[in-house]
């Protein structure tokens, strides 16, 4: 088990109380790997009854130089699209069906989002990979902790934290190749460099990061005598600590966070996809505390932040967004015995930007939930939280989560299942652009039913099967009423969109330094309007350890035929299904201090469509290295 893991879990989660004796014999610590966001609790994966993903700090090691939305999107239920397109292309987050809009990200536990987005959703490409410690994925409705947006999934983030040396100091960089499938000249075009200046001198904790990206060499339009699209970013963050003692402590951080990139249009007269000069630029300020006191079984903890984003396009059609966002989020947990783990809280979000006039709404969420873990394989996790918008009032939404465990060989099998509700307030640029705007939509609400069985072998083996029931009110569309005007506005859908779907996973280490992995989706879309949703997808990672300083592992993503949208017709065109095969290699040197690794991406060059008109990556080469002093 990863105790760097579990250190970094148990500073998120505040809650030195949850710190129970393990009676088990070795042979059962194995299968007690933790997770965290289902319920905000420490609690052991079999005692949890949603599906949570984990990205552990090994596995993003051996991902450097990638981006954090392609790495997410290797992962079961999940298709970010855009992921492997020209470094600025939009991403849509198309999770058990979903969009952007019913994804909720979260850094450092604190909801994160951009109110001048047309989703409200928050942009994966202002982050580095580098920053990131590890990442948690809970599939399916979490409204009753995390509140507005978090029906489909919520991504939990977080960041690197202080070490326990005084000064520790590590220093990454990547450099590769940049190409499309018909490119035969490759030239080294994408750069990655990241330090990080972390310690802890007593009682006070520091960890400071700064990383660059610089990517060029493709066009985001496909086609030829197409000019390149370069993509920047600069990523500069602090994070600082002080206990004042053992009951007691504060962390305060800040951020910022820049691309600019280039990218291609729809030119009047015509008004077609084309190859265009340009542009947009992204910034996003960020700046919180999060004081905690403990106390006997408990913790009281306040997440406070605010956000700053300035977005801009240049183009024929000019835009200009500034946009603030203001979180508080103040919870008490209590564990009753080890068996009842409650969470009581108050969660308030503003949200304000500026179209031809300043805009705001807000959400005042008083929330409560209980985790029961009894000692005869029956658990329940159970919440409920009242939404109060400041433009459609009170909505009450709520999840039942039971579950029950019993031993199965030398592991466990685990029965799950659950009920979730949520509530998705309009955007304020769905409501209030001048253009597209309609101040006469209705919030959307989902419905998710999910049942599952989980096998648990610790290591050797984990298999799990999910089914999936999505029904979805008042979704929100982008209307075309006149195209020959292009006349369009948002509204909702007539009809409920109902989604359903099947998801398989398999983990298992065949034999002595060889692990698998592999997972599969079916996602079949019943009733409703949806594109670039591939109703099959499937990944795959073999993992090997050539020696103790060297490792290597092979990945496959299928992903299989949908719909996409042309906007020369308006009409619906059937994208082919394509399979990527990626190698990853990397050495440790013997001091530890040095590692050196070697990528090639889509490595038989496969020529494939992500989106209709845009540029995808063919076969590509990166060289890097580590150092940490």
Same mark, same amino acid.
């Given at each position: 088990m990863n105790k760097k893991y579990l250190t970094l879990c148990t500073g998120l989660l505040l809650g030195t109380a949850l710190t129970a004796q393990d009676k088990d014999s070795i042979a059962v610590q194995e299968l007690q790997e933790v997770v965290v966001s289902d319920s905000r609790f420490q609690l052991k994966r079999e005692n949890s009854g949603k599906t949570v993903v984990k990205i552990t700090a090994e596995e993003l090691e051996r991902n450097q130089g990638r981006t954090v939305a392609e790495i997410i999107n290797s992962k079961s239920g999940i298709e970010i699209n855009g992921s492997r397109s020209v470094a600025g292309q939009n991403l849509g987050y198309f999770i058990r069906g979903g969009n952007n809009r019913q994804v909720l990200v979260l850094i450092d536990g604190i909801q994160v989002n951009d109110p001048s987005q047309i989703a409200n959703d928050f942009d994966l490409r202002l982050l580095d990979l580098n920053t990131i410690e590890s990442i948690e994925i809970i599939k399916g409705a979490a409204s009753t902790l995390y509140g507005n947006s978090a029906a489909t999934a919520v991504i939990s983030i977080i960041t690197k934290s202080a070490t326990e040396d005084k000064i520790a100091l590590s220093v990454s960089s990547v450099m590769g190749t940049n190409a499309s499938q018909n490119e035969d000249n490759k030239t080294i075009s994408n750069f990655n460099n990241a330090v990080n200046l /972390?310690? *802890?001198?007593?009682?006070?904790? %520091? !960890?400071?990061?700064? !990383? /660059?990206?610089? $990517?060029? &060499?493709?066009? =985001? =339009?496909s086609g030829t005598n197409t000019e390149e699209d370069p993509f920047s970013r600069i990523n500069t963050n602090v994070k600082l600590g002080y206990a004042f003692s053992e009951n007691f402590n504060v962390k305060v951080f800040g951020s910022f966070d820049k691309y600019n990139t280039a990218i291609d249009g729809f030119p009047a007269p015509l008004f077609q996809f084309a190859d265009t000069n340009d542009e947009s630029i992204s910034e996003q300020l960020r700046f919180g505390v999060s004081p905690e006191l403990k106390y006997n079984n408990g913790s009281i903890t306040i997440n406070a932040s605010m956000t700053s984003i300035d977005r801009e396009t240049i183009s024929d059609f000019p835009s200009q967004f500034e946009s603030k966002g203001y979180i508080v989020d103040a919870f008490n947990k209590y564990v009753f015995d080890e068996k009842l783990y409650t969470i009581v809280g108050f969660n308030y979000q503003k949200n304000e930007t500026l179209f031809a006039e300043e805009v705001s709404d807000t959400n005042s969420d008083p929330y409560v939930n209980v985790v029961y873990v009894s000692d005869f394989g029956f658990n329940l996790n159970a919440g409920t939280r009242l939404n109060n918008h400041s433009e459609y009032g009170s909505h009450l939404t709520y999840n039942f989560n039971p579950s029950y465990t019993f031993e199965l060989g030398k592991g466990y099998g685990k029965f799950? &299942?659950? %009920?979730? *509700?949520?509530?998705? =307030?309009?955007?304020?640029?769905?409501?209030?652009?001048? $253009?597209?705007? /309609?101040?006469?939509? +209705?919030? @959307? @609400? /989902?419905? *998710?039913? +999910?049942g599952g069985f989980e096998w648990n072998l610790g290591k050797k083996f984990r298999f799990s099967a999910l089914y999936f029931n999505r029904n979805e009110e008042n979704t929100v569309l982008f209307t075309t009423i006149d195209p020959v005007n292009f006349i369009s506005q948002y509204r909702n859908a007539e009809n409920d969109a109902k989604v359903q779907g099947a998801e398989f996973e398999i983990v298992s280490e065949l034999f002595k330094d060889f692990n698998f992995s592999a997972n599969y989706t079916f996602t +079949?879309?019943?009733? &409703?309007?949806?594109?670039r949703l591939p109703k099959h997808r499937a990944n795959a990672t073999i993992n090997y350890a050539l020696s103790d300083k060297t490792s290597a592992s092979l990945n496959y993503q299928y992903v299989g035929s949908r719909e996409d949208t042309d906007f020369s017709t308006f009409q619906n065109i059937d994208l082919d299904a394509y399979s990527l095969i990626d190698f990853y290699l990397g050495h440790q040197f013997k001091n530890d201090k040095l590692k050196v690794f070697f990528n090639v991406t889509n490595i038989f060059n496969t020529d494939y469509e992500e989106i209709i008109g845009f540029t995808t990556r063919g076969r590509n080469y990166s060289l890097g290295l580590n150092i940490t002093l």
């Amino acid at each position: 088990m990863n105790k760097k893991y579990l250190t970094l879990c148990t500073g998120l989660l505040l809650g030195t109380a949850l710190t129970a004796q393990d009676k088990d014999s070795i042979a059962v610590q194995e299968l007690q790997e933790v997770v965290v966001s289902d319920s905000r609790f420490q609690l052991k994966r079999e005692n949890s009854g949603k599906t949570v993903v984990k990205i552990t700090a090994e596995e993003l090691e051996r991902n450097q130089g990638r981006t954090v939305a392609e790495i997410i999107n290797s992962k079961s239920g999940i298709e970010i699209n855009g992921s492997r397109s020209v470094a600025g292309q939009n991403l849509g987050y198309f999770i058990r069906g979903g969009n952007n809009r019913q994804v909720l990200v979260l850094i450092d536990g604190i909801q994160v989002n951009d109110p001048s987005q047309i989703a409200n959703d928050f942009d994966l490409r202002l982050l580095d990979l580098n920053t990131i410690e590890s990442i948690e994925i809970i599939k399916g409705a979490a409204s009753t902790l995390y509140g507005n947006s978090a029906a489909t999934a919520v991504i939990s983030i977080i960041t690197k934290s202080a070490t326990e040396d005084k000064i520790a100091l590590s220093v990454s960089s990547v450099m590769g190749t940049n190409a499309s499938q018909n490119e035969d000249n490759k030239t080294i075009s994408n750069f990655n460099n990241a330090v990080n200046l /972390n310690g *802890t001198l007593s009682k006070f904790s %520091y !960890a400071v990061g700064f !990383a /660059n990206q610089f $990517t060029d &060499g493709l066009s =985001a =339009a496909s086609g030829t005598n197409t000019e390149e699209d370069p993509f920047s970013r600069i990523n500069t963050n602090v994070k600082l600590g002080y206990a004042f003692s053992e009951n007691f402590n504060v962390k305060v951080f800040g951020s910022f966070d820049k691309y600019n990139t280039a990218i291609d249009g729809f030119p009047a007269p015509l008004f077609q996809f084309a190859d265009t000069n340009d542009e947009s630029i992204s910034e996003q300020l960020r700046f919180g505390v999060s004081p905690e006191l403990k106390y006997n079984n408990g913790s009281i903890t306040i997440n406070a932040s605010m956000t700053s984003i300035d977005r801009e396009t240049i183009s024929d059609f000019p835009s200009q967004f500034e946009s603030k966002g203001y979180i508080v989020d103040a919870f008490n947990k209590y564990v009753f015995d080890e068996k009842l783990y409650t969470i009581v809280g108050f969660n308030y979000q503003k949200n304000e930007t500026l179209f031809a006039e300043e805009v705001s709404d807000t959400n005042s969420d008083p929330y409560v939930n209980v985790v029961y873990v009894s000692d005869f394989g029956f658990n329940l996790n159970a919440g409920t939280r009242l939404n109060n918008h400041s433009e459609y009032g009170s909505h009450l939404t709520y999840n039942f989560n039971p579950s029950y465990t019993f031993e199965l060989g030398k592991g466990y099998g685990k029965f799950l &299942g659950s %009920y979730s *509700t949520s509530f998705i =307030a309009p955007s304020l640029f769905q409501l209030f652009d001048g $253009t597209f705007g /309609n101040q006469e939509l +209705e919030p @959307e @609400e /989902n419905r *998710t039913l +999910e049942g599952g069985f989980e096998w648990n072998l610790g290591k050797k083996f984990r298999f799990s099967a999910l089914y999936f029931n999505r029904n979805e009110e008042n979704t929100v569309l982008f209307t075309t009423i006149d195209p020959v005007n292009f006349i369009s506005q948002y509204r909702n859908a007539e009809n409920d969109a109902k989604v359903q779907g099947a998801e398989f996973e398999i983990v298992s280490e065949l034999f002595k330094d060889f692990n698998f992995s592999a997972n599969y989706t079916f996602t +079949e879309l019943k009733e &409703g309007n949806r594109v670039r949703l591939p109703k099959h997808r499937a990944n795959a990672t073999i993992n090997y350890a050539l020696s103790d300083k060297t490792s290597a592992s092979l990945n496959y993503q299928y992903v299989g035929s949908r719909e996409d949208t042309d906007f020369s017709t308006f009409q619906n065109i059937d994208l082919d299904a394509y399979s990527l095969i990626d190698f990853y290699l990397g050495h440790q040197f013997k001091n530890d201090k040095l590692k050196v690794f070697f990528n090639v991406t889509n490595i038989f060059n496969t020529d494939y469509e992500e989106i209709i008109g845009f540029t995808t990556r063919g076969r590509n080469y990166s060289l890097g290295l580590n150092i940490t002093l």
